[in-house]
């Protein structure tokens, strides 16, 4: 790659993707929002400025490097595997006392009772299931943009409406203009830390006085999937908030840490009667087999391979983080096992020349923007993709006129 393909790209990144506009919204709300969004966003739009696409189906035959999703490539743990195994015996009964014996060990964990706990089919069905019992008689949600939009999705489809507030130029969730975007028709706030699909968080400290205020007057959500992958002091666990009787609900997941993705197990920590107001509706784990419930509870107990993917996560974070700064990117902050960067080629092709080549990625528009979040691998895998990026960007910048 030449210097001055380097150099144009990063002029063209800086240009394009940091603080790429003011806000222009209704007076009335700009005395609410002071932060300058970080891209270029407005609230109070409804719409989404994010876009995402899919691969199809027919170009996974050419994917040999999967980091189109954020799982966890070393697991499940051993020890997962072999308690998956020795219970396919009880793939006969139901989980009711698996069940329990999770709940409890869950309880233990998070400093909770067993009625604090819900379990369910991954933290997607916490998300789905909040939302609906929450805003089946419509109302609204808060939420930053961009943000993981699952819950918000569903929000919208049983009626209520969303009020989006913009990350910070330090791609923060604006806490005070959440706070102040309150009313009376609010049925949930909902916070993703670490965010996906930026990376970025948003202190600890600052979500927990957010929450010991807002919580008094509307249940908040804080979806914590890649919190233990964060490996930052500046961010911990809310549950401390739950602890202390506050309406807050936290969800995690074993799709990230425990490398369960495909298992499908997750829990939530909330007050009693929140737990409740699910189960009146359904029974969640009712949707967990025995299998994934056994080999959770085997994977909770393995420490060692916790460790060991963290170590392996942040190593390869901060070599692909290297390599994208080297090749003139400038990607956004990460704590996760994801990386989000802008990119100067629209999104279809640059996808579909990273296909071509069996690396398989995501690719998003955020306000008309186009980026790659790249998810991590193994140490080789991530290798390969960098070493992909180069030839398909060095191809790109010709075929776009030495952008």
């Given at each position: 790659?030449?210097?001055?393909?380097?150099?144009?790209?990063?002029?063209?990144?800086k240009?394009?993707?940091?603080?790429?506009?003011?806000?222009?919204?209704?007076?009335?709300?700009?005395?609410?929002?002071?932060?300058?969004?970080?891209?270029g966003?407005?609230?109070?739009?409804?719409?989404?400025?994010?876009?995402?696409?899919?691969?199809?189906?027919?170009?996974?035959?050419?994917?040999?490097?999967?980091?189109?999703?954020?799982?966890?490539?070393?697991?499940?743990?051993?020890?997962?595997?072999?308690?998956?195994?020795?219970?396919?015996?009880?793939?006969?009964r139901y989980?009711?006392?698996?069940?329990?014996?999770?709940?409890?060990?869950?309880?233990?964990?998070?400093?909770?009772?067993?009625?604090?706990?819900?379990?369910?089919?991954?933290?997607?069905?916490?998300?789905?299931?909040?939302?609906?019992?929450?805003?089946?008689?419509?109302?609204?949600?808060?939420?930053?943009?961009?943000?993981?939009?699952?819950?918000?999705?569903?929000?919208?489809?049983?009626?209520?409406?969303?009020?989006?507030?913009?990350?910070?130029?330090d791609?923060?969730?604006?806490?005070?203009?959440?706070?102040?975007?309150?009313?009376?028709?609010?049925?949930?706030?909902?916070?993703?830390?670490?965010?996906?699909?930026?990376?970025?968080?948003?202190?600890?400290?600052?979500i927990?006085?957010?929450?010991?205020?807002?919580?008094?007057?509307?249940?908040?959500?804080?979806?914590?999937?890649?919190?233990?992958?964060?490996?930052?002091?500046?961010?911990?666990?809310?549950?401390?908030?739950?602890?202390?009787?506050?309406?807050?609900?936290?969800a995690?997941?074993?799709?990230?840490?425990?490398?369960?993705?495909?298992?499908?197990?997750?829990?939530?920590?909330?007050?009693?009667?929140r737990?409740?107001?699910?189960?009146d509706?359904?029974?969640?784990?009712?949707?967990?087999?025995?299998?994934?419930?056994?080999?959770?509870?085997?994977?909770?107990?393995?420490?060692?391979?916790?460790?060991?993917?963290k170590?392996?996560n942040?190593?390869?974070r901060?070599?692909?983080?290297?390599?994208?700064?080297?090749?003139?990117?400038?990607?956004?902050?990460?704590?996760?096992?994801?990386?989000?960067?802008?990119?100067?080629?629209?999104?279809?092709?640059?996808?579909?020349?990273?296909?071509?080549?069996?690396?398989?990625?995501?690719?998003?528009?955020?306000?008309?923007?186009?980026?790659?979040?790249?998810?991590?691998?193994?140490?080789?895998?991530?290798?390969?993709f960098?070493?992909?990026l180069?030839?398909?960007?060095d191809?790109?910048?010709?075929?776009?006129?030495?952008?």
């Amino acid at each position: 790659m030449s210097n001055n393909s380097t150099t144009s790209r990063r002029s063209w990144l800086k240009q394009g993707a940091l603080f790429a506009g003011g806000l222009m919204s209704a007076p009335a709300l700009m005395s609410k929002v002071q932060a300058m969004p970080a891209f270029g966003m407005t609230p109070y739009q409804g719409s989404y400025h994010l876009k995402e696409y899919h691969i199809a189906p027919p170009d996974f035959s050419k994917i040999k490097v999967r980091l189109l999703a954020n799982e966890n490539p070393y697991g499940p743990s051993p020890k997962a595997i072999q308690a998956i195994a020795e219970s396919a015996s009880k793939g006969n009964r139901y989980v009711y006392s698996s069940s329990r014996q999770m709940e409890e060990m869950l309880a233990e964990r998070e400093g909770v009772k067993p009625e604090n706990i819900l379990l369910a089919p991954g933290s997607t069905d916490i998300l789905e299931k909040t939302a609906i019992v929450q805003c089946m008689n419509g109302g609204n949600v808060i939420s930053a943009e961009p943000a993981y939009m699952s819950l918000v999705k569903t929000s919208q489809a049983v009626g209520a409406t969303w009020k989006n507030i913009p990350l910070k130029a330090d791609y923060a969730h604006d806490l005070d203009a959440m706070a102040s975007a309150v009313d009376s028709d609010t049925k949930l706030v909902y916070i993703c830390n670490p965010n996906n699909p930026t990376g970025t968080i948003t202190p600890s400290e600052d979500i927990m006085k957010f929450s010991r205020k807002v919580a008094d007057k509307v249940p908040v959500f804080i979806d914590e999937a890649y919190i233990e992958l964060a490996m930052d002091p500046k961010v911990t666990s809310a549950v401390g908030l739950v602890q202390e009787g506050k309406d807050v609900i936290i969800a995690r997941t074993f799709s990230k840490l425990h490398g369960m993705a495909g298992l499908r197990i997750g829990y939530m920590v909330a007050q009693p009667e929140r737990v409740q107001s699910i189960k009146d509706m359904v029974r969640t784990e009712m949707g967990i087999s025995v299998t994934s419930m056994e080999g959770a509870m085997a994977s909770l107990a393995d420490t060692e391979f916790q460790e060991k993917t963290k170590t392996l996560n942040q190593e390869c974070r901060e070599y692909v983080m290297g390599e994208l700064k080297s090749q003139g990117f400038e990607p956004y902050p990460s704590y996760t096992s994801f990386i989000l960067f802008p990119i100067d080629m629209p999104t279809e092709e640059f996808m579909t020349a990273m296909v071509n080549k069996g690396i398989g990625i995501r690719t998003y528009d955020i306000f008309d923007k186009p980026h790659c979040r790249v998810s991590m691998g193994t140490m080789d895998e991530v290798k390969q993709f960098t070493e992909a990026l180069v030839q398909v960007h060095d191809k790109g910048t010709v075929q776009a006129g030495g952008k």
